[in-house]
Structures are given as C-alpha cells and as structure tokens.
C-alpha cells in the first residue's frame, strides 16, 4: 500500500502513542487497608475483574484504532500493483519531402501537418510517449521517447529538404527500428502526417510496399494526410488568377486575338461578414471593393494593362485584347507564350502570391490557304443571281461578316472554278471545298487524291449543276478514287428551283465531315 501523505498517518501513530502513555502514567493507584466490612466486596470484585478488564482492553484498542484509522484515511492510501503499469507509445513520422514545401498562406504544409500533430497531442494520456522521426533522414539515429510537453521541440526540430522520398525505404528503417533489442521502442501505433503526393503513392511499387509492410507489422498504422485546405489560419484571403483562356485554336499575325481572364478574390471575412449581417441593421455594411492591376505580356512584351475593381468571393472574367504585331513575331518560335498578371493595390487581401500569375500557349501559324471550288468561281455576280455553291460556307468563315474585332482571319481564301486547279494552288491548301460541280476530270481526280494522301482535307458537296453520273464514273474508280462511297444516278428528293414550294432541302451532317 502506497500514502500519497504519509504525515497524517505518522500523526495518527503518535496521538495513539499518546493515548497509551497517559494511561500507563496517570491510572488509579491505592493502598490495601485490612477492612472486615470489604471481605465481601473484595470477593465480589475477584469474580468481575476478569471481564472488567476485557472491557477496559477492547474500549483502548477502539480508540487506538480510531485515531490511527483516520490518520490513515486523511493521508489517502492507495494499493499498487507489483508489475509496473505499460506506458502507450507511439512512433510519430512527418514527410519532409520537397512536395511538402508548398506555400499555403504564409505557412508550408510541414507546417499544417505540425499543427495537425499538436491538436493529436491532446487527445493522448498524459502517461503516453512519443517518438518523433522524419521521412527523409540520413543520420538514422535511434529516436528518443518524449513526454507530451516535450514532443514540442521535437517537432520544431523537423526541416524540409529538397529530396523526393522513397516509401519503400521509409517503411524498412522502421522495421529497422523495431527490431532492434529495446524494450523502448515499442510502439502501439504509427502514425504518418503526409500530403499523400502522386509521385511518391502513386505506383504499384509504393502500394505493395505499404501493404507488405501493414500486412507484417503488428501495430496499427495511420496515414494523416495534410493539404493547404486544413490550415488553422483564420481570416484566410487570397487573390488569384482562377481561369485563362481563348476561342482561337491558333493566330496568325496581324490577327487581334481575344482573351478571357478570370480573377477571384476569396476572402473568408467578408463571407462570414455576408452570412451574419442583415440587410435590415444599419450596421451592415457591403464589403468595399479592391482594385487590382491586370497586365499581360506576350513574349516578354506588355501588350495589354488594365485595372479592375474586385469584390470579394465573386470571380469576375475580363477582356483582354491584343494585336500579333511584328514585335510579337520576330522569335522564330511556333507558340506565342502569354501570361496574364495580377497586383493588388492593397497587399493584405493577398496572402499567397504563388498563383497570381496565368500562363498560355497559343500556336502560331500562316494563315491557312482554304480553297473554295463551284460552279461559278471568279465568274460569280451576286446582282445577276450567279450565285455559287460555296457562297454561304464563305461568308461564314469571313471575319468581317462575323463582326469580329479582328480584320485578320486565320484562314485565306482562293475561290475559283474546277478548271482551275494546278499543283501550285493545292501544295499550299489546308482545306478544299467543291460544291455544284456538274463533274470532275480525271486529271483532277488524281490531284486531288495525292492532296488527300498527303494530308489534306476535301469536301465535295452536290447541289447546283452537281451531276451523280458523272461524279460516279470518274470519280468513284472502284473505291480508289476520292468518294467515300458509290452514288446512286438518281438524286434524291427535288431542289427548291424545281419546285419553289418544296420545305424539306437536304443539309450537310457536318458530323460526318469531321477531319
């Protein structure tokens, strides 16, 4: 048995101590007189003296006991196993990679998982011990167990690298560590804080090590996986560039090409600001508005600059517009690289600079030669209805009829008729368009099917003076030739200028012109 204050019990020892003495000290002591008249009583007396002195014996013992019993109880006695208690322990590892390096808010993630690791601290008994170790460490040196007030500085201890990890090697220095002949290093659990990086978990390699390792390991391990959304950061705010892009697949110079920014300012203040306030209490206020300076370059060129007014948590997508000029085109490089820029004018709504920068890449090439073949060319008049086949696909891809913003189109244009074709024309074409021919020649047909063999892109479509006869016995040459597939010599259905009334005209499946 175990006192947790022995003084009230030694106390209780001497007061009973006490007690004894003072009876031993002061009893009764008297002088036997000869008396005839006491003969009686003293042979009365001899018979009782026996239980008389039972009786003074156990009312003694009673009160040594109570005093000595609440010695004892005041000094709060407690029993004690022979074996000592088993102490919880638990083997901590903290990912120190490269990958753990990322800036969110002022902190990196090492710093979010020691956080993570400092909240797990206070769920442990205060008996537990904890041993703290890094992934990435070329000392190997024997952890130390720590009470929970000292793990602390362990972990202040703990610096990033700039070395990607290998799990595998990871999990044998922990068998390494286990193994060793030590009653100290048993651990209970393991527990690893890591951002869980594609490149380190992502391989079959990594996985079966893992399971390998879980499969003989007899302790229960734990992955803790940290990212910059768990920050304990308060009041987090942040502006950046949320989206970048363009409608054109490719410029050509000269072109004016649009592009669609979109900037966003998240503000966890204003948001909680926005759900709390109530449009009827004068104290609500709107959250003023920020201004940010937009700048892009293109090669190294500042071609667009611009300030926008910004209100926090509502993303706001603006226009910038930009000229392929010559100062643009002297690298000779296939790709204009573009990025945008974005500063605030007040640095505190901006606590990660890292993403306010937007990056594109957007090809660069001549503009491609589309050449337009019917049955009219160069000798169509609008005024006298020679109107050609290829008349609307033209004015489509025409920028000028699509009131764009640029004069320039990506494309250029040669309309012309059948007989017009040479080797020179379809050596620079990207695209061949031929409508309301009333049939090919065989010349033709073998240029055209080299044109097609080398890449390029035909599209016949009927109409106007298109005739499926002679389409068919020179251009279809059992299959090797340039139409996809046999015609029929009868068309079906009638054009509108045999019968104006007709409400059903056939239309190109643009679907099955797909390149």
């Known amino acids: 048995m175990t006192l947790e204050s022995s003084l009230f019990a030694i106390a209780g020892i001497l007061v009973a101590v006490g007690l004894i003495a003072i009876r ?47 010695g004892y109880t005041f000094s709060r006695p407690y029993w004690t196993s022979s074996h000592p208690e088993e102490v919880q322990q638990e083997l901590w590892i903290f990912d120190n990679s490269q990958s753990m390096r990322l800036s969110t808010l002022n902190s990196t993630l090492l710093d979010v998982a020691k956080n993570k690791a400092t909240k797990s601290l206070e769920t442990l008994a205060d008996t537990c011990r904890v041993a703290v ?42 068998e390494r560590l286990r193994n060793l002949n030590s009653i100290q290093l048993r651990f209970d659990r393991i527990r ?40 304990s950061n308060t009041g987090a705010s942040n502006l950046f560039v949320s989206d970048l892009k363009t409608t054109e697949k490719y410029v050509v110079p000269g072109m004016t090409v649009r592009v669609n920014a979109t900037i966003e300012w998240q503000n966890e203040l204003g948001k909680a600001s926005q759900l709390s306030s109530r449009p009827d209490t004068e104290t609500s206020r709107p959250t003023p508005s920020k201004s940010v300076q ?13 300030t926008l007014e910004l209100l926090p948590n509502e993303p706001q997508m603006t226009e910038l517009l930009f000229t392929v000029d010559e100062t643009l085109t002297s690298i000779e490089s296939p790709f204009l690289s573009l990025r945008v820029e974005i500063e605030p004018s007040d640095s505190a709504i901006d606590q990660l600079a890292y993403d306010n920068v937007g990056h594109l890449m957007i090809p660069l090439n001549d503009p491609a030669l589309i050449l337009f073949v019917d049955q009219y060319g160069d000798r169509e008049d609008v005024s006298r209805q020679r109107i050609g086949e290829t008349y609307a696909l033209r004015h489509l891809l025409n920028p000028k009829t699509r009131n764009l913003s640029s004069s320039v189109s990506p494309f ?45 892109v035909l599209v016949i479509i009927a109409g106007g003076e298109f005739d499926p006869k002679e389409w068919q016995n020179v251009a279809w040459k059992d299959g090797d030739g340039i139409l996809p597939s046999r015609l029929e010599p009868i068309p079906y259905g009638v054009s509108l200028d045999q019968d104006p009334q007709a409400a059903s005209p056939f239309f190109i499946e643009f679907s099955t012109v797909d390149d």
């Open 24 to 70: 031993l000290l002061f009893r009764n002591r008297f002088v036997a007189v000869p008396w005839a008249a006491m003969e009686f009583l003293q042979e009365a007396y001899r018979k009782h003296q026996s239980r008389i002195r039972w009786r003074d014996t156990l009312l003694m013992a009673t009160r040594i006991f109570a005093l000595i019993a609440c």
């Open 133 to 174: 170790i890094p992934f990435i460490d070329s000392t190997e040196i024997q952890p130390e167990l720590r009470l929970k007030s000292e793990v602390h500085s362990a972990l202040d201890a703990i610096e990033l690298t700039n070395s990607p990890g290998d799990i595998r090697e990871l999990w044998l220095r922990v």
């Open 192 to 231: 690893f804080f890591t951002d869980l990086q594609n490149t380190m978990w992502g391989t079959d390699r990594s996985i079966e090590s893992l399971q390998d390792f879980v499969r003989t390991c007899s302790v229960p391990v734990e992955l803790i996986r940290v990212d910059h959304t768990q920050s």
């Open 294 to 306: 937009i700048r892009m370059i293109v090669d190294d060129v500042e071609v667009v600059s611009k």
């Open 412 to 456: 250029r244009f040669e309309y012309l008729r059948h007989e017009q074709l040479d080797d020179r024309l379809l050596a620079e074409a990207r695209l061949i368009v031929i409508a309301g021919v009333s049939g090919p020649t065989s010349e033709s047909v073998e240029r055209l099917r080299n044109f097609v063999q080398r890449g390029g």
